[in-house]
């Protein structure tokens, strides 16, 4: 997609596009029944997608200027400035292309550190970075390239309006975004596999049936904005981050361009993209290229950019890709579920066991859909996704196994007999598949480790937390150790609170409890015993601020000795109180508050209530920050 330029949309462009589009179907078709797709031949590929971090491990949108300094063609932007992607050489998928790729994709990432360090930043690997807030999700931080902007107003344009984004798991998040920085929040691990023509539906339909185990075992993004989720929250999040559907095409259950499909692939791979053009419209177009019959007419190969290009807006969780290597076109299958990390040989035994299942499956299992209902692929796939090595799967014939069975007593030999079959070197085999061995015995993935992490540093302010984590990430990761053998975090001496505490949102109360205006005074009351809480926000029915309670105010009430019943929270309330943001720096929130002698200060983004923070608030910020700056010396051994 980045080779070609993106034009702004107007009619007659569209309808240029358009046919160009529909030409590169048919020359691929022809293409295909002509027998000049290549065959016979099989490779491997991956897309590594990174974070940039500054030295507090908040995101660095720096990208343009690292990219620069490293002048790597393999290293490129993603749609945040806080984001990379490295492109992996292909390789025969035989001998030590395991070691190799592994080998490959450290040099990258030493280039890209080596880049970053230049301006006081670091790289990352996660599915989901712990630190990312929904105010680093701004389009300042957008990648200033056309097709990002026009991406981003495209999706909105169909939408209509916000991006709603509702998830569930162990905790709950709720959030309405106006552009399509959402999808920055993942990055992912994207393995390519090269397949022949003749052999496409039948590997497309397996890749889809392994994706669900193939995914437990690598789940790595339980949190998002210290929100405890799905095990792999990417994918929920990209679906509802990319949603371009308008309310009357969800009405009518038109699907998503992020999707898993509905049904198995079967008659090829010009059918899987007849079903995306019909169903979606193109949201970037690019200037078509030479007409590909004339270019087969030359005996050359044509790019079809502008059927990569649509495509490259369709993001199936297995996508169809079509591309040209050394002359020749190939078909490949790119696999999207997989998250960034824990590690680079974490990945890499991902890769080797996706791949190994490919090679082995055709033989040991023949036509998946004889064998698997499409709707227990795609629940398997969820299920996955919610609760990775923990899920339950629905397998062939009927029968159902946990996540961790299913691969240690049935894929793993068949993941290590394909390999062999491939002349995979033994050593390399041995050396990635024994990694996922030792994670689905010790039931030990990224998201378990975030999870058990996260939950081992209780006690401090979620923004310390989440932190900790990710220099605990980045610390083993530079140990390269697998992620099995990664120790549960813990909070360490130079841990730097003092940024725990620079603004407002850091440490806000987001568990609010709140009263309507005309609610009784006494709940107000209850309220304040009950929860021991001296202040009480007003809202109205849509989540404004329209006032506050304090117990200032009962005491005034009670000591003027009203007789009137049924009193009312509007009563008594302070209307229109003093608010902060949560970007509000938290020197300016104390000075405001000392000048105006109050206690509280609401809390209020985009005209919604979303916090409150009061002096106890401060009180407590201070005790640990003194805590913890009286006990480092005597920690120490001074």
């Not at 309808?15 to 160009?20: E, T």
């Not at 080998?103 to 790289?123: Q, Y």
């Not at 993004?221 to 999040?237: C, D, H, I, N, Q």
């Not at 050394?326 to 960034?340: C, D, F, T, V, Y």
């Amino acid at each position: 997609m980045g080779e070609h330029k993106v034009e702004e949309y107007d009619e007659a462009k569209y309808q240029r596009f358009m046919k160009a589009l529909l030409d590169d179907l048919r020359a691929l078709a022809f293409m295909l029944d002509d027998g000049r797709v290549e065959s016979g031949v099989q490779r491997i590929g991956a897309e590594q997608e990174m974070f940039l971090i500054d030295q507090a491990m908040y995101p660095a949108p720096l990208s343009v200027e690292v990219l620069r300094k490293v002048n790597d063609d393999r290293l490129t932007t993603e749609i945040a400035r806080f984001n990379l992607e490295a492109n992996l050489t292909p390789r025969l998928l035989t001998g030590n292309c395991f070691r190799q790729m592994e080998a490959e994709l450290r040099e990258l990432i030493a280039k890209a550190r080596a880049g970053a360090k230049n301006f006081d930043a670091e790289i990352l690997l996660s599915g989901i970075l712990p630190t990312l807030n929904q105010s680093d999700l701004t389009l300042d931080n957008l990648t200033p390239a056309p097709r990002y902007e026009e991406l981003n107003r495209e999706v909105i344009r169909s939408r209509g309006g916000p991006l709603s984004i509702y998830i569930k798991g162990l905790d709950e998040l709720h959030v309405s975004h106006d552009n399509i920085m959402m999808e920055s929040c993942n990055t992912s691990f994207q393995i390519h596999f090269q397949t022949n023509p003749n052999d496409f539906v039948r590997d497309y339909n397996l890749a889809q049936a392994i994706t669900a185990p193939a995914l437990a075992v690598a789940v790595n993004s339980p949190l998002l904005f210290g929100k405890r989720l799905w095990r792999e929250t990417r994918v929920a999040l990209f679906q509802h981050s990319t949603d371009a559907r308008s309310r009357p095409q969800v009405a009518r259950s038109q699907p998503a361009r992020v999707s898993f499909g509905d049904k198995w692939l079967e008659q090829s791979v010009i059918a899987l993209f007849h079903d995306q053009i019909s169903r979606f419209r193109p949201i970037m177009i690019s200037q078509p290229d030479e007409d590909p019959f004339q270019v087969l007419a030359r005996g050359e190969t044509p790019k079809l950019s502008a059927l990569c290009m649509h495509n490259g807006t369709v993001w199936r969780w297995n996508r169809a890709c079509y591309g040209v290597q050394e002359g020749k076109a190939h078909l490949r299958i790119e696999n999207r579920a997989l998250p960034s990390g824990p590690t680079i040989i974490d990945e890499i035994a991902n890769t080797a066991f996706f791949a190994g299942l490919m090679l082995a499956l055709p033989e040991e299992y023949g036509d998946i859909a004889k064998r698997m209902s499409f709707d227990a692929a795609k629940g398997n796939f969820f299920r996955a996704a919610r609760h990775g090595l923990d899920a339950q799967f629905n397998w062939l014939d009927g029968e159902t196994y946990s996540a961790s069975a299913l691969i240690l007593d049935h894929l793993l030999p068949l993941a290590r007999a394909g390999l062999k079959n491939a002349e995979v070197a033994a050593p390399d085999a041995d050396k990635y598949l024994n990694i996922i061995e030792e994670r689905s015995r010790k039931r030990r993935t990224g998201a378990s480790w975030i999870l058990n992490s996260f939950d081992a540093l209780a006690g401090v302010p979620n923004e310390v937390r989440q932190r900790r984590l990710a220099a605990s990430m980045l610390a083993c990761q530079k140990k390269e150790w697998p992620v099995h053998k990664w120790p549960v975090a813990k909070l360490a001496m130079d841990d730097d609170w003092e940024n725990g505490y620079r603004t407002i949102g850091q440490f806000m109360t987001t568990d609010l409890f709140t009263v309507r205006p005309d609610d009784l005074i006494d709940l107000a009351a209850s309220l304040m015993d009950w929860r021991h809480i001296r202040h009480v926000p007003v809202e109205d029915d849509q989540g404004r601020l329209v006032g506050l309670v304090t117990h200032r105010n009962l005491l005034r009430l009670l000591s003027a000795g009203s007789r009137k019943e049924n009193i009312t929270v509007r009563d008594v309330m302070v209307p229109n109180p003093v608010t902060v943001s949560p970007m509000t720096p938290t020197l300016d929130a104390i000075q405001e508050m000392r000048e105006r002698k109050i206690g509280c200060l609401p809390v209020v983004d985009a005209d919604q209530l979303v916090g409150i923070v009061t002096s106890y608030d401060f009180l407590e910020a201070s005790a640990r920050l003194f805590r913890e700056y009286l006990e480092r010396p005597a920690l120490a051994g001074w």
